[in-house]
């Protein structure tokens, strides 16, 4: 049975009315995470919210726990975080502290599934501990997938791993009672980001404002940026992979501008399916906790009489190198899309921080992979230990120029 098969088995077999899932969200405090706390806030009936995990927005963190009265809260700051305890423990709930602490929430035996909203590599060992424990594993966090898609992805055959991506949940949704031996192609769309159409030369002197306004999404400040040299494209392509089992040279990255396609479906007799909907992310987080069922959702529904018309084009890969050099990652696999990602964390913060150009983004991710010796991916420990060699090499790439 594949897993999205597992997955549907799973859900038929339990009423959530009845029974609220009780969900912790990592990450609460960041786009996916206050998004996924407003789907739990229109259908309480469905959901209940038990832990909440944030890195420094104590205060936020604070008021989250007190409207859904969790028990469990947890600060990746520990230093803030014992400065918390006791106003968390005046609203009945315990604030712990550190990153194992996040952990350990995903394992609370009150919890039945994970939305993992973390962002970068600092989210798998999450991911790891949702499906060890067999709790369901509701997604965002990509670069779990990206970096250690070969050892979770064995673990979600005994639970269900669902994306929060909005490409991937719509390629989830196309596969939907379909044969995977009969899929030709997985099409992942892409809006092209802010600068679509411009050459390297007029990218040379990008300023992190400029990167960030995103023309359809309204997304964290990490993701913007990756969405912005379409590392993004790169990294779902690589998610894509794992997620349904498909071989590189049969995904593809085409640019839809208007983002009212979210991702399409080839099969072998020529046949497509597209998944289309309006751009809000509420739709994916939702359908990730919902499904097999489908709840109303509080967003403008597409009227296709004003929709105008879709355009498609394919990507830059010479302007946006980024996008390839991921693909080049994922086609080489083992520990090669861990370097990747973690010299793209690492080179996106120097951006934001101002301490490189833009440019030098992709320069930084192709340096890292050329310095790899590339090993097969065998456990979360090797790939972290990968992770943080490739963070200490690119950081002393950037060390001159400050
Ligand atoms: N935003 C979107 O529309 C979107 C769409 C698809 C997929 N995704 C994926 O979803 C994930 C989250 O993205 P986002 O845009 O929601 O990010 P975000 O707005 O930056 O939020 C990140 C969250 O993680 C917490 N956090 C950050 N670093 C941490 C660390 N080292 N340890 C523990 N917690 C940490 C943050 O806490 P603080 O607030 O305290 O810093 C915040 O709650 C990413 O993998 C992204 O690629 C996002």
Not at 88 to 115: K, N, R, Y
Not at 276 to 289: S, W, Y
Request: with cysteine; charged share 20%; aromatic share 6%.
């Amino acid at each position: 049975m594949t897993n999205i098969q597992q997955a549907h088995t799973a859900n038929h077999s339990e009423d959530s009315a009845v029974n609220p899932k009780r969900i912790a969200v990592l990450g609460s405090t960041g786009s996916i995470g206050t998004q996924t706390l407003d789907v739990a806030r229109r259908h309480p009936q469905h959901v209940k919210i038990v832990a909440l995990s944030a890195n420094t927005q104590v205060e936020m963190l604070f008021d989250q726990a007190r409207e859904f009265s969790v028990k469990h809260a947890v600060l990746a700051d520990e230093a803030l975080c014992n400065t918390w305890k006791a106003r968390f423990a005046e609203i009945g709930a315990t604030l712990h502290g550190g990153s194992q602490a996040i952990v350990e929430l995903c394992q609370l035996p009150e919890v039945d599934m994970v939305v993992n909203a973390l962002v970068g590599a600092a989210g798998m060992r999450a991911s790891y501990a949702t499906l060890t424990a067999g709790k369901q594993l509701a997604l965002a966090n990509k670069e779990s997938l990206v970096v250690g898609g070969d050892v979770l992805m064995p673990l979600s055959s005994h639970t269900t791993l669902l994306p929060i991506d909005s490409e991937h949940g719509a390629i989830y949704q196309c596969l939907l009672g379909e044969d995977p031996a009969e899929v030709a192609r997985l099409w992942v769309t892409a809006s092209g980001g802010p600068f679509r159409g411009k050459k390297l030369a007029d990218l040379q002197d990008i300023t992190p404002a400029q990167a960030l306004s995103h023309p359809t999404w309204n997304m964290g400040r990490k993701i913007s940026i990756d969405s912005s040299t379409l590392m993004n494209k790169g990294l779902e392509v690589i998610e894509a992979h794992h997620l349904f089992n498909m071989p590189y040279d049969k995904i593809e990255v085409v640019v839809q501008p208007q983002s009212a396609i979210h991702s399409m479906v080839e099969f072998t007799d020529g046949s497509v399916k597209a998944h289309l909907g309006t751009t809000d992310m509420r739709i994916p987080i939702q359908f990730a906790i919902s499904y097999p069922a489908r709840w109303s959702a509080p967003v403008e529904p597409l009227d296709f009489r004003t929709l105008g018309s879709l355009e498609f084009s394919a990507p830059d890969l010479e302007t946006f190198r980024c996008l390839a050099l991921a693909i080049q990652a994922g086609n080489t696999g083992g520990t090669l899309p861990a370097v990747m990602n973690a010299a793209n964390e690492v080179a996106v913060a120097a951006f934001l921080d101002e301490r490189i150009p833009y440019l030098s983004i992709a320069q930084l991710v192709e340096s890292a992979m050329d310095h790899a010796e590339v090993e097969p991916a065998q456990s979360i420990d090797q790939l972290l230990e990968v992770d943080a060699e490739t963070r200490a090499y690119v950081r002393s790439l950037i060390q001159p120029h400050e």
